[in-house]
């Protein structure tokens, strides 16, 4: 009888020529030399143990156990045994770590992503409570409060399962996620110590040691500045949540390992992290860090669906040949891989720019390109994360459609990345406000397009060149109503131009110009003028 074969994985770092040549063109060889071994380690795990285990944990979701049996409140969270080994291997991997030990630098935060980009696709999203913990690493060191950067940050940085903590970050309540201004939880001062009154509505890795949160000081005004920035730590000594009360977990369509809660903060002892109002500025540098991660993440579950659809490929038959040697469905892989590749060059780009900023090492305009390119990369990711996912499945047929092979989960989990840190549209008019933001990428674009003679490569770089055009001379409307419309237009637009340029520059330098040459003919111009609607 015929039995089908199921798709497999090997080592994950020796199958990406992606990631291979890309650390080789930006990584020195010696530093090359250096993580390889971490990443290869990374990358056996991810193929094997990991990905043996994710299958098998499959049906486990995380439990909320809000009484016990005399009738106490305890709220204790159970992990399952996937998210439980996850975190060890973070820690012991340097997944967080390796970004603040910075042993080369500004390329320690790309050596990081690396690291979190193999990890992530095995560990059903253990990436959310890392990307919060980077997070709150970073938000606290840029906030010079030296008593809770001692407290917290080696516990955040550490390499010691034991020692390791992971951080939350409450923001979202009922009144509103994208509009935080709105929100109800009250700071209230009493000899000397802040206590949290409030509703949190979505609150994600709810097992976390501590959290950084807004509420507002009593006496403050409405409105975002309000709102201060504060550090809580969730427990005591004993295990006893502080003043918080786990409502409920959230019953979600995906990133279901995830433990979201709703939580009633009843009196939380906090401390302000950095002043008495500003929190949504203050809590900026956090963001940036889970929107990286967040494209990190997107760019590494396209990766690993391509990677199971490449295998399937060359293992299924349908009419006397392997897929893989139908024009059609090679076509279509192609396709999904230049996608994969384009977002993996914007992600990893952003990554560089990230690193030379935490070490200082960028120039005003980079800066200023890093500040453009955050939103616009996590948001461009998340929504191909979302389309190479769905035709993922479709390339496995029907099979791409049952749980058990542990394909459908790809397209939930890679449905939340556009959702949350900043929805797309947010995002999109987060990215017209960044003043010269469109200067920064013209010039970023024609940096990779400068040197690139090669005539193969002429019409992607013109199609390049000419919707960042179409962007200037759309952006010159002062209407603000119909720049608002478009706003999502224009970063789509952004996004695409920037992956293309990317993609052209990695193809000259590689010489491999096919994902390039691809994916100048999708998408990449979205503007509609302004007389077009
Ligand atoms: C699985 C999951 C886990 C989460 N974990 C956390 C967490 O740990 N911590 C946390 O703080 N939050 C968390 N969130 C919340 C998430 O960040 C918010 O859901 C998100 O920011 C959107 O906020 P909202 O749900 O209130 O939607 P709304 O803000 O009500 O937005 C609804 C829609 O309106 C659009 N919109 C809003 N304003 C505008 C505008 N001016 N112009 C055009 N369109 C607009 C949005 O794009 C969106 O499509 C999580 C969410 C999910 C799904």
């Not at 009738?71 to 998210?83: A, F, M, S």
């Not at 940085?157 to 201004?181: C, K």
């Not at 305009?365 to 035709?391: F, H, N, Y």
Request: charged share 25%.
């Amino acid at each position: 009888m015929f039995q089908q074969a199921p798709p497999a994985l090997g080592n994950q770092y020796h199958d990406d020529r992606v990631l291979r040549s890309y650390l080789a063109r930006v990584l020195p060889a010696d530093v090359l030399r250096d993580v390889e071994e971490s990443l290869v380690e990374m990358g056996r795990l991810a193929g094997g143990e990991l990905y043996e285990l994710q299958l098998a944990d499959r049906l486990n979701e995380p439990t909320l156990t809000q009484w016990d049996a005399w009738g106490n409140r305890v709220d204790k969270i159970e992990l399952t045994p996937l998210w439980r080994v996850a975190e060890r291997i973070a820690a012991e991997h340097g997944v967080v770590a390796t970004a603040y030990e910075q042993r080369h630098g500004s390329l320690s935060r790309v050596h990081q992503c690396a690291l979190a980009y193999l990890f992530t696709p095995s560990t059903d999203i253990y990436s959310c409570p890392l990307a919060m913990t980077d997070g709150a690493a970073r938000t606290l060191l840029t906030s010079g409060n030296q008593k809770l950067i001692e407290r917290a940050v080696p516990h955040l940085i550490t390499r010691d399962p034991q020692q390791f903590w992971t951080a939350g970050q409450w923001m979202t309540e009922l009144t509103g996620g994208s509009d935080v201004g709105l929100s109800e939880t009250v700071a209230k001062e009493v000899d000397g110590q802040f206590r949290l009154y409030g509703r949190k509505w979505f609150t994600s890795a709810i097992s976390s040691q501590i959290a950084l949160t807004l509420a507002r000081p009593e006496g403050n005004p409405p409105g975002g500045r309000g709102l201060a920035l504060f550090y809580l730590e969730t427990r005591d000594d004993d295990g006893h949540p502080r003043n918080i009360v786990i409502n409920r977990l959230k019953d979600k369509l995906g990133t279901r390992k995830v433990p979201t809660a709703e939580l009633t903060l009843d009196g939380t002892p906090a401390q302000l992290v950095r002043g008495p109002t500003d929190g949504v500025r203050n809590i900026a540098p956090l963001l940036n860090i889970t929107r990286l991660w967040n494209g990190i993440s997107a760019v590494s579950l396209m990766r690993r669906g391509v990677a199971l659809a490449s295998d399937y490929a060359r293992k299924r038959v349908a009419f006397g040949a392997p897929l893989s040697e139908k024009p059609l469905h090679r076509d279509t892989l192609a396709t999904l891989e230049a996608e994969t590749e384009a977002a993996f060059h914007l992600a990893f780009y952003v990554a560089e720019l990230t690193g030379r900023s935490e070490t200082g090492e960028i120039s005003e305009e980079d800066a200023l390109l890093l500040r453009v390119l955050t939103p616009v990369m996590k948001l461009i990711t998340g929504k191909q994360a979302v389309v190479v996912a769905s035709e993922v499945l479709e390339m496995f047929g029907g099979a791409g459609y049952v749980e058990d092979t542990g394909l459908p989960v790809l397209l939930r989990d890679s449905q939340v990345l556009p959702i949350w840190e900043g929805t797309t549209n947010v995002l999109a008019l987060d990215t017209l406000r960044v003043k010269h933001g469109l200067k920064q990428i013209e010039a970023a674009v024609a940096r990779c397009l400068d040197d690139v003679g090669d005539p193969r490569l002429a019409n992607a770089a013109r199609i390049a060149r000419s919707a960042l055009d179409h962007a200037s001379s759309w952006l010159s409307t002062t209407d603000q109503p119909t720049l608002e419309a478009g706003a999502r237009r224009f970063a789509l637009t952004l996004g695409r131009t920037m992956e293309l340029a990317l993609l052209i520059k990695y193809a000259h330098w590689s010489n491999e110009h096919e994902s390039a040459r691809r994916f100048a003919t999708s998408a990449i111009d979205f503007i509609v003028d302004h007389d077009g609607l």
